[in-house]
């Protein structure tokens, strides 16, 4: 059962276009949420969060936009750049007595082209 | 430099032995995980400690072991009874263990059961 999911595989964009990778989730339950970047053969580096107390989190190029009522999140790169090629997941948590668990989607593989 | 290591960077196992995975920060975090990747999929928690001398199962747990003896290690041990052990592992820590706070990933150990 996928409590969250990455439902595009892969995203080619043109460098300079926006990237859109889309997040879903069915747990209810999560309140907090975050995008990690990954390059083959290293660990995800921390892109950017938002709370469920939120709909919009913007840190530079980077924006993520939350709909609770969908259940759906989004990350918005703008402008895309070549180095931006990598394999991002968004991930989720929430407020329970196990602690810190995070349910990571299936990824998404970005391709930005020069 | 604070952050956190993982060694080896590879790791070649024999069917039927044991193997230890290092995971070390230097971040004075109190929460520390374990994740495994595999090909085309997300990350999944193996078992995370939010204190020392205190570790919790995650959602795959069944052929690992941890410990957590001190504050800034946090050694996962593949076992013989893990059935397919093959994968890239993948340590992280954060500051405490409430869901809010960020995980922050090693590099990783790519383990290979010949």
């Known amino acids: 059962d996928q409590q969250v999911k990455q439902n595009s595989p892969s995203l080619s964009v043109q460098e300079g276009r926006i990237s859109i990778l889309n997040c879903d989730y069915t747990n209810s339950m999560f309140d907090y949420f975050l995008w990690y970047k990954k390059y083959p053969a290293e660990g995800p580096t921390f892109l950017i969060s938002i709370s469920s107390i939120k709909d919009k989190n913007e840190d530079g190029r980077f924006t993520v936009f939350l709909n609770k009522s969908a259940k759906h999140l989004s990350l918005h790169i703008v402008p895309s750049q070549p180095g931006d090629s990598a394999v991002y997941f968004c991930?989720?948590?929430?407020?329970?007595?196990?602690?810190?668990?995070?349910?990571f989607g299936g990824g998404t593989r970005v391709l930005v082209k020069p | 430099d604070g952050g956190i290591t993982q060694s080896p960077k590879y790791l070649f196992r024999k069917e039927g032995q044991n193997v230890t995975l290092s995971c070390e920060q230097n971040?004075?975090?109190?929460?520390m995980y374990w994740y495994r990747q595999d090909p085309g999929q997300g990350l999944r928690l193996i078992y995370y400690?939010?204190?020392?001398?205190?570790?919790q199962k995650g959602d795959i747990a069944e052929g690992y072991s941890v410990s957590r003896e001190k504050k800034e290690s946090f050694p996962l041990t593949v076992t013989s009874a893990q059935k397919n052990p093959t994968a890239f592992y993948l340590c992280a820590s954060s500051m405490t263990g409430l869901h809010t706070d960020t995980q922050y990933f090693g590099p990783g150990t790519r383990l290979t059961v010949l």
């Open positions: 400690s939010q204190i020392v001398n205190d570790f």
């Open positions: 971040l004075n975090h109190d929460a």
């Open positions: 991930a989720a948590s929430a407020l329970t007595a196990a602690g810190n668990k995070l349910t």
